[in-house]
């Protein structure tokens, strides 16, 4: 009897995970970017949009393309490095940001991991404001300075930077969905003056900025494990 029932069970159980495991099977093969998860009253309109793929994008690592992830057909232009295909999830479903929203996320941290790397090492190096009676500026231990500020002063840099974020996040939550018909990603509304009017200088001096901000993202992270794991970053003169 239970050699008999044995068989069935572990039929049914197989036929009951095999149907389970199609998507992955399907993922694996590619189709299911054809054929999307959400329906159509949750999000497959904005999924069938047209969108601009992350290779007209400045700065996507074709460099890596030798790469597994890379590559692409014989005689073809080659594929932007993705071994993850991050830049893809929006096929699958609305609920996940598109490259342009990605790429708003990797300038706005390029950018601030910049400044924070060049703060790091302007304090470290004993050049800070003058300050007066109510406060100093001359604590050079960089992880420990923001701490001495006065909740007036702090109550200052967060009204700087709400200031800052709410005159330029128009078309922001657009770009979750690929719209850029109100704002480029990165582009605040200012300093677009400064760059040539010729695409292909312009758009190195993009590329720069987008390299400077991931070498500044990887800096900040070491010298704050460094400073959390002294020595974790052998060489490193920031604590």
Known sequence: MLSVVAPQLSLSTAHVVGARRAPAVQMAAGPMYDQPLA??????EF???????????????????????GGGKEGAAPVPWDPLQLSELWKVSANNPDV??????????????????????VQSA?????????????????????TTLPPAA????????????????????????????KREPGNL??????????KKAADKMRLKELKNGRLAMLAIMGVAFNHVIPGALPGCMYN
């Open 39 to 44: 329906p159509s009253t949750m999000g497959r």
């Open 47 to 69: 999924i069938n949009s047209a969108r601009k793929p992350l290779s007209e994008y400045v700065g996507a690592s074709q460099e890596l393309a030798a790469f597994p992830g």
């Open 100 to 121: 342009a929203w990605l790429r708003e996320a990797e300038l706005k941290h390029g950018r601030m991991s910049m400044l924070a790397i060049t703060g790091v090492m």
């Open 126 to 146: 004993g050049i800070h404001l003058p300050g007066n009676a109510d406060i100093s500026f001359a604590n050079a231990d960089w992880a420990m300075a923001p």
């Open 154 to 181: 702090w109550g200052q840099v967060l009204f700087f930077i709400g200031l800052a974020e709410g005159q330029t996040s128009a078309g922001l939550f657009d770009l979750w969905l690929g719209n850029t018909e």
């Open 189 to 198: 509304g200012w300093g677009t003056q400064f760059l040539s009017k010729d």
